[in-house]
Nanobody, 116 residues
Framework: VQLQASGGGSVVAGESLRLSCAAS????????RAWFRQAPGKEREFVAR????????KYSDSVKGRFTISRDNADNTVYLQMNNLKFEDTALYYC??????????WGQGTQVTVSS
């Protein structure tokens, strides 16, 4: 499975962005998918995940209520809608794929910068 993330950019606090993660490969439609992020000088942290069916999702407390993860299995793409962005959301965002909480596949990061 190959993952390609896009959609990052620079915004002002309070604005929105939507990240996309396109997947290719035979198993891409049946893998759970997630977003992680890593800010400068910090460890990579979990942001959100969605099951391969799209019926189950989970969020970190820091983004709950502001971010929404979704997937379109017709084109093997997962989205992260990020609303009401805050300065502390600034990070390199990575998409990941796997099963059972094991994230085997990783895409390249896409930078999100939020100015206050």
């Amino acid at each position: 499975v190959q993952l390609q993330a896009s959609g990052g950019g620079s915004v002002v606090a309070g604005e929105s962005l939507r990240l996309s993660c396109a997947a290719s490969g035979r198993a891409s439609a049946t893998t759970d998918r997630a977003w992680f992020r890593q800010a400068p000088g910090k460890e990579r942290e979990f942001v959100a995940r969605v099951s391969w069916t799209g019926f189950s999702s989970k969020y970190s407390d820091s983004v709950k209520g502001r971010f929404t993860i979704s997937r379109d299995n017709a084109d093997n793409t997962v989205y992260l809608q990020m609303n009401n962005l805050k300065f502390e959301d600034t990070a390199l965002y990575y998409c990941a794929g796997g099963r059972g909480g094991e994230w085997t596949y990783w895409g390249q990061g896409t930078q999100v910068t939020v100015s206050s």
